[in-house]
Nanobody
Framework: QVQFVESGGGLVQPGGSLRLSCAAS????????MSWYRQAPGKERELVAT????????TYPDSMKDRFTISRDNAKNTVYLQMNSLKPEDTAVYYC?????????WGQGTQVTVSS
């Protein structure tokens, strides 16, 4: 079955960095575009970053592109999110997502809290 193991979340001070990892299994990882989403309390889930199947193309909302970097290692079935210069408003549960045509799989989420 499809499984994700997300890690790297936690408490960080404003201005700090975190690297999230999402290790996937149960599907052909290299065939899927991978994304990170986040959801803050009381807000809708929003897209953070997307990476193509080969990793050759990445896309970000304008508000994310300067501080966040998505990458993937198809040999390890893992997608990463490097987050720099974190702000309190980045506090949210971060989810990895795998998408291929109508197939859409979600991780369980990892909490990121930015606070002094």
């Amino acid at each position: 079955q499809v499984q994700f193991v997300e890690s790297g979340g936690g408490l960080v001070q404003p201005g700090g960095s975190l690297r999230l990892s999402c290790a996937a299994s149960g599907f052909t990882f290299r065939s899927f575009a991978m994304s990170w989403y986040r959801q803050a309390p009381g807000k809708e889930r929003e897209l953070v970053a997307t990476i193509s199947r080969t990793g050759s193309s990445t896309t970000y909302p304008d508000s994310m592109k300067d501080r966040f970097t998505i990458s993937r290692d198809n040999a390890k079935n893992t997608v990463y999110l490097q987050m720099n210069s974190l702000k309190p408003e980045d506090t949210a549960v971060y989810y990895c997502n795998a998408q291929w045509f109508e197939l859409n799989y979600w991780g369980q989420g990892t909490q990121v809290t930015v606070s002094s």
